[in-house]
């Protein structure tokens, strides 16, 4: 009999080299969506950490300011001028700063913390002259428990705070914020007042407060409630708060 020559693929043949590409196409396809995942997640990581350092450096940027009063002059002791003359003045006494004061507040729909320092006003250059805080120099920010979403304040509008957002709920969601105040580090200036302190029948000596906020912010992606990262940060208000007064 006279050999046939085989020409082309056999049907078993055509099956394998089907099963071999589409096996090496799966795996392939694997790769690539695994690939793409990561890519997603790792932007999604990098967007909501940007997002927290972006939100707490504003916290920490405004909070240097907090308590700046503006006229330094107002808390010291000013001689009298001009005296014996028709325009004389009498000496002027140090005020308290009226800025000092660091309060937080909660309740059930949102966690804040408010503070206040001097600024000047639109198309001035002038700080309030008795050291006593106007609307405009009230600040603070407040995580919102519902939306999701961190607020700085920018002065009182309305005879209401005028909170601005600094997160986007549409791309990351702060599910927690802490926030809190230490005050446990203070110093007594008791030898700088004229009479005696802290003895049996006076008041107690003055101190210097140093205060220290402390904030965490917890913050997920709003595509992918797994991507969460956590941020910490602290802030030494450099305006000390004086506690407690002289005897008279």
Known sequence: MKPVRQRGLGLVELMVG????????AGASIMAVNQINEHRRLMLET??????????????????????????????????????SVGEQPAAMPSANQFTDVAKVEDGDFRALTYMYARTLPNTVDYSPTGTPRDVEHFGFKW??????????????????????????????????????????????GDFCDKP?????????????????SFTIVGEAAHDAKVKRTLTGSERLRT?????????
């Open 144 to 189: 919102d428990k519902n939306t999701k979403t961190l607020y700085l304040q920018i002065g009182v509008a309305n005879d209401r705070p005028n909170w601005q957002p600094i997160t986007d709920p549409d791309s990351v969601r702060i599910t927690a914020f802490e926030v809190n105040i230490d005050d446990s580090q203070s110093v007594s200036v």
């Open 47 to 84: 967007q909501v950490q940007q997002d927290l350092r972006t939100a707490a450096d504003l916290l920490q940027q405004d909070l240097r300011r907090a308590g700046y009063r503006g006229y330094a002059q107002l808390g010291v002791w000013a001689p009298p001028a001009a005296v014996g």
């Open 197 to 213: 302190c802290d003895t049996p029948g006076t008041s107690a000596c003055p101190r210097h407060v140093v205060r220290e906020v």
């Open 240 to 248: 000390d708060k004086i506690s407690g007064a002289c005897p008279a």
């Open 18 to 25: 089907i099963t071999v590409g589409l096996i090496v196409t």
